[in-house]
């Protein structure tokens, strides 16, 4: 019922704009806005926060199905409701729960998550961005976050920073947009996902006061990667929505066109290609809602749930892009042109094999979990 | 004075999936084939629901006759804000071959055993197009009827009922206990909302059979042969207008 419900919205907010919207890189926002009236702003929230007290199975079902109609809007969607309003909703304590949730539950204010920097990606915990404690206990913090989904249009941004001499001396802070000394710098141009802002957030002696740091200092480390982890099964979703898509309009064409005489799905070549296609999205789909369901049911617990997360998400990403280029082939000289969306649903899934976890770093997390015991070599 | 609502939501083969023809040609095939509620069934069912949120009702309750599955349809309308449901379970060759008379029946006995105002229904469904079970059920229950409704107003404890007519609106006035039928301009049903989703799963759905209501089910028809459209034919092309006119002539058409 609720992927029926989730696709009857797709169909009738986010299909009649996505075409345009990713040809000008804007971003729905009456629809997203609409995605507060319909309950799944506050996906994982507990109901007596106001959330819609479901979990990885029932996000991953929504991104899946907004997906394959619009990825940019999914994508925005995971920034806002997964990074920045389940974390709130985790780890956040009663008042910043009061403060914060419900606008952003609602729709009325849109979030999103800040980790990476210029010179931390894969390296995340390389980051330079620091909080320094004042003697009124506030926070003064400096530094600068990028590739940011929701950025140029978000309000409230989940930050995190260094507030200790190691690299596992991080904090998090509940960042407004209005706050003193914080900015947001350009909106990038990008590949895919074009509907879904994406830009820099700069902090220059933000003052920000105690009340916004979430949970103790320097204890973010352990939360920051149980979000990754909860971020990937559900953005392997995001790509299992666009292979999908991408699928079901290569398969229509292939009983449509014809060359030679024949339907173009009679020739094998074609056959491969939607087969091929068909059983990768299909075993994608099987270890994703696995792992999505092994999160909602707490049957596995830190590194070996990671490595099940980073699993999913690494399979699932390539899946989709390698799914998107199939089917652009199948589609020939049509496939190369916005006549079919399956072009921009291939530029949207490269950015899967990127964000949440490069590829790289996915196997990097399942290496040192398969090969534990040699870790120090691993370093 | 607050109303009780009865809605009916009938199971349908989805409006957008193409129907194909059994082989032995007894009827289409619906294993395996996406179901969803009756679009004008829906349609009944937001009317309901906008009638609670009004406080025009106090309660809505939906009925769906048909086999286990039609317990899907009762959560769809659950979900979308109705209080509670009750299956009457019919299956078989009985489901096969259940026609209004029998679902009018089962209305009005259950209209009057939940004390119910109001019996909101789609004016037809969209399998079999019969257009004739809210017209049985208001007689067999002799209350008036007020079909096609495309906007329903209380005043002064009677109902006001804007109807499509052919060739314009009519505007009825009826008593309660009424029986009404939703037209397709009536309202636009709303997406289920997820909170409601979660609710839905836990009101409360009472299964009954015909047998519990009194009602026989017992086919009154038989099918001889269910059969495809006729393929259509191609066009021909003319030389010119007065041929084009000499043609349609020819044919009947003008």
Redesign the interface.
Known sequence: ??A??VK??AKEQLAPKIEHLDEIEGFNDAAFRKLG????LG?TVA?EDGG???GAV?ATIAMEEMAAVDASTTLSYLAHSILCVNQIGRNGSKEQKQKYLPKLISGEHIGGMGMSEPGAGSDALGMLTRAEKQANGAYKINGSKTWITNGPNGDIFYCYAKTGPTKKDLSTFIIEKDMVGFSKGKKFKKMGMRASPTGELWFTDVMVPEANRVGEENSSVKSMMRNLDIERITIAGLSLGIARNCIEVATQYSKERKQFGKHIGAFQQVQERLTEAAAWYEACRAITYQAAKTWDLGLMQGKEASMMAAKAKLQAAQMATQVGLDAIQILGGYGYTREFPVERQMRDAKLIEIGAGTNEVLRLVIARQMLGEIADELK | MALRVLVGCKRVIDYAVRIRVKPDKTGVVTDGIKHSMNPFDEIAVEEAVRMKEKKIASEVIAVSCGPMQSQETLRTALAMGVDRGIHVDVSGKDYELLQPIHVSKILAKIAQEEKCDIILLGKQAIDDDSNQTAQMTASLLNWPQATYASKIEKTNGELQVLREIDGGLETVRVKIPAVISADLRLNEPRYATLPNIMKAKKKPIKKVTPGDLGVETDPRIEILSVEDPPERQAGIKVEDVDTLIAKLKEVGRI
Do not use: H, T
């Open positions: 019922m609720l029926e419900s009857s919205f009236d319909l309950g799944l996906i109901e819609a007290g479901m029932a």
